[in-house]
């Protein structure tokens, strides 16, 4: 065991409360109130008071996380010393359902600092007068005691987790050039607001760039079905709210989206940000919400277009076969799982559209490059097997 609870003891209530303000110590996240004032109200609740450690619930992405894995000692050492400034009788560390394998790696060490590993999200309303820690929050407090707390944030741009100043600009640290849209902060944001934030605007530590090749359709879509994997159920508006918005998302990336579609979606978004009980409802209703209100003619193209300007959307997407290209061998036929390519040897091959699942493996097949993908109009095909050489246009 680390020596940081011991020394935390030595240093006394009063002292390290003192060096928790001096040093400017807040909760990390979503919730940034300063760690003192923090301690002072759990320590003044009625009855037993509890430590409830973890993410932000609405953290589902989770890059965070990195830090219980990399040194899962210090923050375990932080929220036991947190657990003794508040006098706690118990002291929980949150994990995510699927994460057993951390489980099993932190359990031992868990049971040392007797902290009790709970794979659930933190529930708000049974945790109220808690202290409820940020796993970040935690391993600061033990840095403090330790004498190596740095200030800063920490933010993952896809190379793994470093800290920075807070006040560092986005654009400093990710490249805008070419950028569609910018994720951080539980929001999407267009590159020109992207260039208005700094390090502490990413909340969560993610900062994510979109670009031209890439839906923020779909991958608004992708995000939603996680929220509704995190969602405990206990509020109807994050329940059902999530199902119909990320069900939403989904019809509109399979060509079946309609207007009305983005005009319910705020309807269920905007109460759903400010009536529902912890971050998984409040956070994820504003990356809806902000998709939708940014990037409006994305979304127009999808519904009224018939189009994915990403041609990301397998439904927007037409594979064929180029007639005058194709030399009849046969070779995408033995390859396409779903034996929706009509042809035999010498004639210009088909596929059938209506069954193709536009798995993409035809096209690797092909040693001609006869087999094509376009998210525009299709060109004029054969609708009969006609023999190579022999198609004409009109
Ligand atoms: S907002 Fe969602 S996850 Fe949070 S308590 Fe309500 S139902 Fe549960
Ligand atoms: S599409 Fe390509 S792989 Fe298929 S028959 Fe024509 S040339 Fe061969
Ligand atoms: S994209 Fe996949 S399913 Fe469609 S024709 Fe090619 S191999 Fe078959």
């Known amino acids: 065991m680390k020596a940081t609870v011991e020394n935390a003891k030595q240093l006394g209530f009063a002292a390290l409360l003192e060096k928790i303000k001096a040093a400017g ?186 670009t031209d090749k890439e839906c923020i359709v779909c991958e608004t879509q992708k995000k939603l079905l996680k929220y509704r994997k995190a969602s405990c159920g206990r509020c109807v508006f994050c329940r059902e709210g999530l199902i119909q918005l990320e069900y939403e998302q989904k019809e509109i990336t399979m060509a079946r989206g309609k207007g009305a579609m983005l005009d319910l979606a705020k309807e269920i978004g905007e109460p759903m940000a400010y009536s529902t009980l912890c971050t998984v409802g409040q956070e994820s209703a504003k990356i809806a919400l902000s998709a939708i209100e940014k990037f409006g003619s994305e979304y127009d193209a999808h519904i009224k277009k018939n189009k994915c300007p990403a041609g990301v959307c397998a439904a927007f997407v037409h594979i064929y076969i180029d007639p005058n290209t194709c030399t009849g061998c046969g070779e995408c036929m033995d390859v396409c799982p779903a034996d929706c390519i009509e042809g035999k040897p010498n004639f210009i091959h088909m596929i059938d559209e209506f069954e193709c699942t536009k798995c993409g493996k035809c096209i690797e097949a092909c040693g001609d490059e006869a087999i094509q993908m376009t998210s525009g109009k299709l060109p004029k095909l054969p609708n009969r097997l006609v023999k190579v050489g022999k198609f004409k246009k009109h």
Do not use: M
């Not at 807040?26 to 940034?32: D, F, I, K, Q, T």
């Not at 003044?44 to 993410?55: F, N, P, R, S, T």
């Not at 309303?125 to 800063?152: F, M, P, Q, W």
């Not at 400093?172 to 539980?186: F, I, R, T």
């Open 25 to 210: 110590l807040a909760e990390y996240g979503l919730v940034p109130a300063p760690l003192d004032e923090k301690i002072y109200s759990a320590c003044a609740k009625e009855g037993d008071v509890y430590v409830h450690a973890g993410l932000n619930n609405a953290d589902v992405d989770r890059v965070l996380l990195a830090l219980l894995k990399d040194d899962p000692e210090t923050v375990l050492a932080g929220i036991a010393v947190a657990g003794n400034l508040v006098g706690a009788a118990a002291k929980f560390l949150y994990l995510p359902e699927d994460e057993k394998e951390l489980t099993d790696a932190v359990k031992p060490l868990a049971e040392e600092y007797k902290i009790v590993l709970v794979n659930d999200i933190i529930n708000v309303r049974e945790s109220e007068g808690d202290l409820i820690l940020h796993i970040v929050t935690a391993k600061n407090l033990a840095d403090l005691v330790d004498g190596c707390y740095e200030a800063g944030v920490l933010v993952d741009t896809g190379d793994g987790l470093k800290k920075t100043a807070a006040d560092t600009k986005v654009s400093d640290l990710v490249n805008l050039d070419g950028a569609k849209a910018v994720y951080l902060g539980y929001q999407w944001f267009t590159p020109d607001e992207a260039k208005e934030l700094t390090a502490k605007d990413a909340t969560s530590g993610q900062i994510c760039v979109l």
